[in-house]
């Protein structure tokens, strides 16, 4: 076969330059470099997991970390979003940034962390007397966010 086969427009002449090889691609803003498992590990490191809010804000960065799921999608997780025999979290497209549904998987850490906050949260709702499932609520039990949009998503 010809070498110029994938670009027959071109030597046929229908196309007199070679226009893609002289598109630059520019980025207008420093693309940000995510955190690092040290990092992480550091962070978490400095929090005393004895105390409720430091402990589910633990498990909501390894969850983020290790998921890739955004604050305001964990604001809004639920019980039932959560598959323990399979490790999965199950996520409606209705909490998703992008609106489609995914199934993405954790493992055995984030499972034991996970179990120990929804045994904390029912401790924590059963004294204030609230009815959810989220699984990351305020020491009151309460929905963390209210806002549709926020900074924190």
Known sequence: MPKSLPFPLFDNGWIEIKFWKTINIRVDQKVKEGATERDVNILLSLLD???FIQLRDAIAVLVMFKTGNRIKTLTQFEDRHIDFTNNV????GSIMKNHQQIKLPFDDVIKKML??????????RDGYSKKNSLIFITKFGDVISNFPTHNNG
């Open 49 to 51: 997991l004895s105390k």
């Open 89 to 92: 979290l199950n996520l409606e």
């Open 115 to 124: 179990k120990v906050l929804i045994k904390q949260n029912a401790v924590i």
